[in-house]
């Protein structure tokens, strides 16, 4: 019989297939708070279980997970400390993972990916198959995984952020709307660097507080306001550039369209609009940025109904909505979509 190591393929596959595992691992870590209990220094499995309130040698068997995944090092002593990109799930740290992590755990591993073959077979999102419609952000806002979304939306920027700055220009822009901005994260950084810019941010209202707290935060309120709306309802008027940033990959065709049309009944000719999107490539390959791409559009058909998009399909879908794309510009994971109202 041939042993494991014999066939370099299969176990690839195996690693592929196993891979909720390691979601879980990091998940039940980040709920347990471990990286916050060892961001301040080492702790052995005796300590972590105690200020845990867990079973010990139980917990001596996660952090050997957290080990092999390099989140954390493993002493000779016993004590456990945390890697470069194992502080990424302390609460504390600067460009903090760990509401990622427990948004993947609570809200996409067992709710949004357990039925994708259904959506799958009928091309159907998991409300829809549940007879509840389309407006998920609207019943979002009043169950308990409002905070979990949005702090997990918040730390995904934060990673963004220096890819994003760097390449985003808004030089001359005198006031910039971010349409489905959240709680502000995005448009904080933007202010900060750009300081004679007022900032609107425009999402439904149950992220006013959130997005007021955060802009005072930063120090950017005098500078910025927080509308309540709907996007698909209308988009107020009153800057001369809107940013769109994880919006439209979230919605079908039909659904970007009217988000489309509306941000351009609240500019003028030669305003800008920037998008801020995955680019799929047209043909994948293989490679680590093409699974993200794929993997976020799996995530969408299963939750939203929409998709990540070719390049040609995002200048298809704006052109139809009455913008001429003028550049775009790649930014980490993501693309700058620039275009103005043609």
């Not at 470069?84 to 504390?92: I, P, Q, V, W, Y």
Request: a neutral charge; glycine letters at 10%.
């Amino acid at each position: 019989m041939p042993t494991q190591s014999s066939d370099p393929l299969g176990n690839a596959l195996l690693d592929l297939t196993t891979g909720h595992r390691v979601t879980t691992i990091i998940y039940v870590a980040a709920k347990l708070g471990i990286a916050d209990l060892l961001f301040e220094g080492s702790k052995t499995a005796a300590e972590l279980s105690r200020l845990t309130d867990t079973h010990e040698r139980s917990l001596l068997r996660l952090m050997r997970g957290l080990v092999v995944l390099a989140i954390c090092t493993e002493a000779a002593d016993g004590g456990f400390q945390l890697t470069e990109m194992g502080t990424r799930l302390a609460a504390k740290s600067e460009r903090s993972l760990k509401p990622w992590a427990l948004f993947e755990g609570e809200m996409q591993r067992v709710v949004a990916w357990s039925g994708l073959i259904e959506s799958i077979r009928t091309g159907k999102t998991a409300d829809e198959l549940a007879g509840l419609g389309l407006e998920r952000f609207e019943r979002l806002a009043e169950t308990k995984n409002a905070g979990v979304f949005n702090q997990a939306m918040v730390a995904m920027t934060r990673v963004a952020l220096p890819a994003l700055l760097a390449a985003c220009d808004f030089s001359g822009v005198s006031t910039l709307m971010d349409v489905g901005g959240g709680v502000g994260e995005l448009m904080n950084a933007i202010l900060e660097k750009y300081r004679s810019m007022r900032g609107i941010v425009f999402d439904l209202p149950h992220c006013a507080e959130g997005a007021r707290q955060n802009l005072a935060a930063a120090g950017v309120a005098e500078r910025a306001e927080f509308i309540g709306g709907s996007f698909f309802e209308s988009v107020p008027r009153g800057a001369d550039a809107i940013v769109l940033k994880s919006i439209l990959h979230n919605w079908n065709d039909e659904r970007c369209a009217r988000i489309l049309q509306n941000c351009r009944s609240a500019l003028k000719r030669g305003d800008r609009l920037t998008v801020i999107d995955r680019i799929l490539p047209r043909k994948v390959e293989p490679k680590a940025d093409h699974l993200e791409a794929v993997l976020s559009d799996l995530s969408m058909l299963r939750g939203i109904g929409g998709g990540e998009r070719t390049e040609s399909e995002h200048r298809e879908l704006l052109g139809e909505s009455g913008f001429r794309v003028t550049r775009i510009v790649p930014a980490g994971r993501y693309s700058l979509i620039e275009a103005t109202v043609a």
